[in-house]
């Protein structure tokens, strides 16, 4: 298997997503389960493939992580489909995947690279696949986020009048958070193997504790009685930005350039 045959596994697990997504509009449940179900196996299939093909993790290039997140953007939709009904959610989960597919497909990177002695741990796999799943759901709040911000109607005092509780969405962030906890305990872990520490403050640790700190704001917020439903939503979608800049922002910082060893180079 080579990167040159995603395009056909793309085409057909876009294809399912989208049929999911019609049936959710149309409360067609079973199908919306059925098509966006086969659509995630179809594509986890050439994950598989690409792992043995290379025989290590498909998880080295931004390119890879970038696969992975295709395939956990569906999922999340699915999963929250699945708890609340939100008949909009695979609509835009479909389509933020599909964007993030088009972006493997026409700027392709190195994604065969080998790993450097650092990353062939135990602790690498779980680590990076936990916190793609965590940028994952941490997409879907932020979708709906924005609808929540944008797409309801205010109230004469201002504020939300949402048709979905904001609970919905703080359950979201929880799960969110909890993965991306768990992915740092893991990259600790790893780091500790790996470099002998725990912690380095290397620009990628910087930013993955000024994200977590952010998303953990927006929680003791939430929690706060005289909270304002508006600006929580303003400090999770701030989160969402910062989660960009530890993802692949810190790549044109120049403190990271030629000194951090979590930058996605080839």
Known sequence: MSWDYLIYFAIASVLLW???????????????????????????????????????PPLRTMGETRLWYS??????GIIVYLRWKYKWILSFSTLLALVFICVNLFKPEIH????????QSPWFAPHVIV????????????????????????????EML????????????YVGLAFMTIGMLFGALW??????????????ETWAAITWLAYLVYVHYRQMPSHRPRLA???LLLSFVLLQMCWWGINYLPAAQGSSVHTYTT
């Open 162 to 173: 949402t048709p979905c509780r904001m609970g919905s969405l703080d359950d979201l962030v």
């Open 233 to 235: 939503l303003c400090i």
């Open 112 to 119: 065969s690279a080998t790993l450097m002695p650092a990353l």
């Open 71 to 76: 395939f956990f953007l569906p999922l999340a």
């Open 18 to 56: 989208t049929v999911g997504a019609w049936a959710a509009w149309k409360e067609r449940t079973l199908l919306a389960y059925t098509s966006t179900i086969i659509g995630l196996a179809v594509f986890f299939s050439f994950i598989v493939a690409m792992w043995t093909a290379l025989q290590r």
């Open 191 to 204: 780091a500790k193997e790996a470099w002998g520490h725990y912690w380095s403050w290397d620009p990628k």
């Open 131 to 158: 916190y793609m799943f965590a940028y994952a759901v941490f997409g879907v709040a932020t979708l709906m986020a924005l609808f929540l911000l944008w797409g309801t109607r205010r109230g004469q005092n201002g």
